[in-house]
T-cell receptor, first 118, second 110 residues
């Protein structure tokens, strides 16, 4: 059973550039959430995608955008990179709905993409 | 005020000790509660969901106090392998948005 995968694992970009990060959810999951984790901090919620729509968004500027594809995989795009965008970007998958049951909300994380902006 | 607050620790305990962590949350409308563990430079892994009636999984016991808006995690008979950062997570209605605490670091010593 394939878990959550993310690519690339590491990335170095220059201030002002744009970056795209990718995520494939755990088999059977239809919901993808993205998080930013700075060193020594807990993950901060960026947004969540379900049925190819952004369902909820955290306190992040419009420079952060995303997309979900029909196969449930997802991309996170960050434009006009700032030094402060350097962080570990985590993707988490979950089940948005289970027929006949309430969703559990349990999330499974990928290994993350470590982005360094210089 | 942060949505979820945790004591950062570190908690340094000997093997076999019992240790407890607390976490408080600010939004009384929160609907789901979890504990995750995160090893150094790794992704968070779900430890357990927290239910209103409290729940236990082996050496781990989680409790939820909605009136006081706090969640606790008790670890009995600590093992060296329990050394990690423990993250408290609170979810909104419909599980659309999740707030993580900054984590509590646990060091279990031989």
């Amino acid at each position: 059973d394939a878990g959550v995968t993310q690519s690339p694992t590491h990335l170095i970009k220059t201030r002002g550039q744009q970056v795209t990060l990718r995520c494939s959810p755990k088999s059977g999951h239809d919901t993808v959430s993205w998080y930013q984790q700075a060193l020594g901090q807990g993950p901060q919620f960026i947004f969540q995608y379900y049925e190819e729509e952004e369902r909820q968004r955290g306190n992040f500027p419009d420079r952060f955008s995303g997309h979900q594809f029909p196969n449930y995989s997802s991309e996170l795009n960050v434009n006009a990179l700032l030094l402060g965008d350097s962080a570990l970007y985590l993707c988490a998958s979950s089940l948005g709905s289970i027929p006949g049951q309430a969703a559990s909300g349990e999330q499974y994380f990928g290994p993350g993409t470590r982005l360094t902006v210089t | 005020r942060k949505e979820v607050e945790q004591d950062p620790g570190p908690f340094n305990v000997p093997e076999g000790a019992t240790v407890a962590f607390n976490c408080t949350y600010s939004n009384s409308a929160s609907q789901s509660f979890f504990w995750y563990r995160q090893d150094c430079r790794k992704e968070p892994k779900l430890l357990m969901s927290v239910y209103s009636s409290g729940n236990e999984d082996g050496r781990f016991t989680a409790q939820l106090n909605r009136a006081s808006q706090y969640i606790s995690l008790l670890i009995r008979d600590s093992k060296l392998s329990d050394s990690a950062t423990y993250l408290c997570v609170v979810g909104s209605l419909n599980f659309n948005k999740f707030y993580f605490g900054s984590g509590t670091k646990l060091n279990v010593k031989p």
